[in-house]
């Protein structure tokens, strides 16, 4: 268990570092277009009749997100503000989930409603992990270890599910995006480059979690399968 943790945080630290790294470098190229990552949300939003949506500026570093429950875009001030090829790849990215969230798309309606049943799995499997680290010994005198495992893969199957089911969520806003960007000439050939390169990096980052969930998981289960051996 130790080592796949470590494996896949080391996997993510080095896919994180080279996501940020082509963020930085498509930063310093401005657009043609000269258009904001406000701006370019707004066009996206406007052609696709989506008027109930607004776009706003959030503090920090790549805090960029569609939040449906209020239905804003919240865009980083670098993004907001920015007039480059990355700005311009987010903040379409982002509208890419408003525009799912206006069309019904099936994989977000799906990851959605997982959303309370990942959250309350994910703190139970942390208790418990908690308790098996500190509290080992009262753990296993009170419930049967099988039993205590069979809990762990339940928890482990929604996060892992709920990591699925997020890729072709993210990898859909992003062919929503760049498809937008290209059809209305809101980035050239090499800009549309950059922005393809930046979004290719951001989705790498839930493969990674998801392979990461998937990998854990299948610990638990040969686990319990050598238990029963």
Same mark, same amino acid.
């Given at each position: 268990?130790?080592?796949?943790?470590?494996?896949?945080?080391?996997?993510?630290?080095?896919?994180?570092?080279?996501?940020?790294?082509?963020?930085?470098?498509?930063?310093?190229?401005?657009?043609?277009?000269?258009?904001?990552?406000?701006?370019?949300?707004?066009?996206?939003?406007r052609d696709n009749n989506?008027?109930?949506?607004?776009?706003?500026?959030?503090?920090?570093?790549?805090?960029?997100?569609?939040?449906?429950?209020?239905?804003?875009?919240?865009?980083?001030?670098?993004?907001?503000?920015?007039?480059?090829?990355?700005?311009?790849?987010?903040?379409?990215?982002?509208?890419?989930?408003?525009?799912?969230?206006?069309?019904?798309?099936?994989?977000?309606?799906?990851?959605?409603?997982? =959303?309370?049943?990942?959250? &309350?799995? +994910?703190? #139970? !499997?942390?208790?418990?992990? @908690?308790? $098996?680290?500190?509290?080992?010994?009262?753990?296993?005198?009170?419930?049967?270890?099988?039993?205590?495992?069979?809990?762990?893969?339940?928890?482990?199957?929604?996060?892992?599910?709920?990591?699925?089911?997020?890729?072709?969520?993210?990898?859909?806003?992003?062919?929503?995006?760049?498809?937008?960007?290209?059809t209305r000439g809101i980035?050239?050939?090499?800009?549309?480059?950059?922005?393809?390169?930046?979004?290719?990096?951001?989705?790498?980052?839930?493969? =990674?979690?998801?392979?990461? &969930?998937? +990998?854990? #998981? !299948?610990?638990?289960?040969? @686990?319990? $399968?050598?238990?029963?051996?």
């Amino acid at each position: 268990m130790l080592f796949i943790f470590i494996v896949f945080a080391l996997l993510s630290l080095v896919v994180s570092w080279r996501f940020k790294s082509k963020i930085k470098t498509y930063s310093e190229t401005s657009l043609a277009k000269n258009l904001s990552g406000a701006e370019i949300a707004e066009h996206m939003l406007r052609d696709n009749n989506i008027h109930d949506v607004r776009v706003i500026s959030t503090e920090g570093q790549l805090t960029d997100h569609y939040n449906p429950l209020d239905k804003t875009v919240n865009l980083s001030r670098d993004v907001y503000y920015g007039r480059n090829a990355a700005a311009a790849a987010i903040a379409a990215h982002e509208c890419g989930h408003a525009l799912q969230h206006a069309q019904s798309y099936s994989f977000l309606k799906f990851r959605s409603a997982m =959303v309370p049943v990942q959250n &309350a799995s +994910a703190r #139970l !499997l942390n208790i418990i992990i @908690m308790v $098996m680290m500190f509290g080992g010994m009262f753990l296993f005198k009170s419930f049967p270890f099988q039993y205590v495992l069979l809990t762990i893969i339940a928890c482990q199957s929604v996060i892992t599910l709920f990591s699925v089911i997020t890729l072709p969520v993210e990898f859909d806003a992003s062919r929503r995006a760049l498809a937008w960007l290209t059809t209305r000439g809101i980035v050239m050939n090499n800009e549309r480059d950059m922005a393809k390169d930046a979004l290719k990096w951001a989705a790498m980052t839930y493969v =990674v979690a998801a392979l990461g &969930a998937i +990998a854990t #998981l !299948l610990y638990w289960v040969m @686990m319990l $399968m050598g238990r029963r051996d």
